[in-house]
């Protein structure tokens, strides 16, 4: 079985990502990219669907790790009975290469160790050819996937595993080298393990210098973290930002609300880019306006909500039957048909941080601009339409107040970027179309008998996203409306002592069973973010300080937290979750960009 969802780790190459158990075995690798094929798939399923463990043998009496200050390089130290080892963890930038080092360090005795190395290409469902070179390299090959390991060490074969047993002494240093190569190319060829963990480590802290949050304030060192993840989540090549690193992590612990996020949503990657820019790094803004202008380019009517990592527009969705799923939760999905959806709300989103970008000083794009113009025409088309909404609830479709919030942005910002940038456009027109989704959404959006903004028109039932209402500048934040809307979400969607549901589910609507679906942590920062804004501090700083609290000990966040069990759900990191939590930091430390309020 695998380990709690908050006891992985992240490392990256800026293609791809694996997770690390606090056990040392890498559960999760997906190769070359976020959303390729696993080699490791043992999170949706057993070892035998592949992993790659370097542990103590017998107890550990106690795992303590963390990253590297302003790092992605982890390390973990392991205690046992005969003394105590460090093992390092990092995914270095190799060019087209995807590779692992690990160094186990010797810290204190002499530590007996084994590793166990079960490859399994496409999700598990493979087992590749392997053997050994006559240098002691190992090759593993299946289709169109190759792997080498190159270690100092003796390795053995164990049916359809490999392995190794080794003792560590104080001082000494054990190295792995893993890497990943299209099997019709020359397997990669050896590297200094020592001086490619050094370089990945220098990598990582020169980009994070970049970012005015400072370490020593209040929660600082946390929201850095969430920063390099974020980083860790952007393909490079492309600059396409994943929603998460994995698929299928459950919302429910045995449920099957269990989604593939290793694709790029234009929503979460429009807030990504918001919070990077919002924090002082700029480099991430000109690579995903480039990679969205890409992958929207075309047709106004063929706008998609998510992309793949270099623009791809298919994006099927089917299931892993053999593996059973993270803790039985099954079905375990690849693809994602919320491709296919209608969500009225994207452009909003993208209007809004390129807005900010350039009030932060991103360089005019001509071409960004001219492309604008007919999306937003396109959507002056569909917004009076019903859509699936930010939740992409799989069922009829509703009129989601914040889908026709997020229309009233896009027209909000276009006419910004007249008024404050002097930018072309037909300003008055944009001006027209935007008083009338507002009027429309004050009309319709509105229960007067609830005082509350409901989340679809018609709808009695309130939603966390209709907390964007005062954020985006829609109504001020201490109009009655807002004020009766967010008493109306403490009231009904607050579970755990301040911790925010996204929305009540309803079987009858989505198609989907009935579940105790865990607090969205997003939106619980939303919340926090409009206490601010309404001069309600100390519980904003409260959000906060709770909000760190889930997150695990090396600083990552899930999707949602489930309140009952305690545990994180859902897909891990999740982009969504740590950009929330940035947007919350600096709101309260008043570093946000005017729009937000």
Known sequence: MPLHIEDYALIGDGKTAALVGRDGSIDWLCVPRFDSPACFAALLGTPEHGRWQIAPVGEILRAVRRYRPGSLVLETDFETAEGMVTVIDCMPWLGDRIGIVRVVVGRRGRVAMSMDLTLRFDYGARVPWVHLEPDGTLLALSGPDQVALRTPVELQAAGTRTTASFEVAEGARVPFDFVWTPSHLPAGGAVDVESVIAATDEYWRDWLSGTRIDADQPHGEIVRRSLLTLKALTYSPTGGIAAAATTSLPETIGGERNWDYRFCWLRDGALTLRAMISAGLLGEAEAWRLWALRAFAGSPTELQALYGPAGEHRLPETTLPWLPGYEG????????????????????????????????????????????????????????????????????????????????????????????????????????????????????????????????????????????????????????????????????????????????????????????????????????EVYALQGRREEALAVLTRLVGLANDVGLLAEEYDPKLHRQVGNFPQAFSHLALVELFLALNKEAPSMRS
């Open 329 to 528: 939760s099954a079905p375990v999905r690849i693809g994602n048909t919320a491709g296919d959806q209608l969500q009225l709300d994207v452009l909003g989103e993208m209007m809004d941080a390129f807005l900010t970008a350039q009030h932060m000083g991103l360089a005019f794009s001509p071409r960004a601009w001219i492309i604008a113009d007919p999306l937003l025409d396109h959507l002056e088309e569909v917004w009076r339409q019903p859509d699936e909404g930010i939740w992409e609830v799989r069922g009829p479709r509703r009129h989601f107040v914040h889908s026709k919030l997020m229309v009233w942005v896009a027209f909000d910002r276009a006419v910004r970027f007249v008024e404050e940038l002097g930018r072309p456009g037909p300003v008055d027109h944009w001006r027209d179309i935007r008083n009338e989704v507002f009027a429309e959404i004050c009309a319709k959006g509105f229960d007067s008998d609830l005082g509350s903004f409901v989340q679809s028109y018609g709808s009695r039932a309130v939603d966390a996203s209709l907390l964007l209402l005062p954020l985006t500048g829609f109504l001020p934040p201490n109009d009655p409306r807002i004020v009766g809307t967010v008493a109306a979400i403490e009231r009904e969607l607050m579970v755990d002592g301040g911790l925010l549901l996204r929305y009540r589910p309803d079987a009858s609507v989505e198609g989907l069973p009935q579940s105790d679906e865990g607090a969205f942590l997003a939106c619980t920062a939303w919340l926090g």
